[in-house]
């Protein structure tokens, strides 16, 4: 499913397309190229926070290893 999300520091759309209509993890706008870490259900958008760039390679770095695994499964 598609999900339009909106940036919340300089209000950029943009879309995710995702498998569930839940998503936790991180998010980067393209235009002012804010990081955050977004939480969605039930194709909802529920919670944002800000990120620095060093927590948002952390998260990059879990995804990352997280789909390393889902794939060995
Ligand atoms: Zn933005």
New binding site residues.
């Given amino acids: 499913m598609i999900i339009k999300i909106k940036?919340p520091?300089?209000?950029?759309e943009s879309t995710l397309s995702l498998i569930t209509d839940s998503y936790q993890g991180p998010y980067k706008?393209w235009?002012?190229?804010?990081l955050f870490s977004i939480k969605l259900a039930a194709g909802k958008f529920k919670s944002c926070d800000s990120l620095s760039q060093e927590e948002f390679d952390k998260l990059l770095e879990i995804e990352a290893l997280k789909a390393k695994l889902s794939r060995q499964e």
């Fill in positions: 940036c520091k300089c209000d950029a706008c235009k002012c190229r804010g």
